[in-house]
């Protein structure tokens, strides 16, 4: 059964940083294209990043250049690295750890305040 649990979210001022972890179980996160989706109220949920087998992503233009993806592979683990948080950064989080996969975690609440 696959399943990934996000963690790392919390109430951050604006211009600060968290880092967002997603570990899953029974699934190779690196052997996959998985990607962080978040989710504002009242919005649709939104790829923030890509991350494929080769380390190749795709960051939204929302976020370039303030988050980061990362992979370790003995932990079978993603993180996202967010800095310079901003007012807009607020949502839920979910980690998808397969695009062919419709499997989600429960989501880390991010609530960035200025």
């Known amino acids: 059964q696959v399943q990934v649990v996000e963690s790392g979210g919390g109430l951050v001022q604006a211009g600060g940083s968290l880092r967002l972890s997603c570990a899953a179980s029974?699934?190779?996160?690196?052997?996959?294209?998985m990607g962080w989706y978040r989710q504002a109220p009242g919005k649709p949920r939104l790829l923030v990043v890509r991350l494929t087998p080769d380390s190749r992503t795709i960051y939204a233009d929302s976020v370039r250049g303030r988050f980061t993806i990362s992979r370790d592979n003995a932990k079978n683990t993603v993180y996202l690295q967010m800095n310079s948080l901003k007012p807009e950064d607020t949502a839920v989080y979910y980690c998808k750890p397969s695009f062919s996969l419709d499997v989600w975690g429960q989501g880390t609440q991010v609530t960035v305040y200025s």
């Open positions: 029974g699934i190779n996160l690196s052997s996959n294209v």
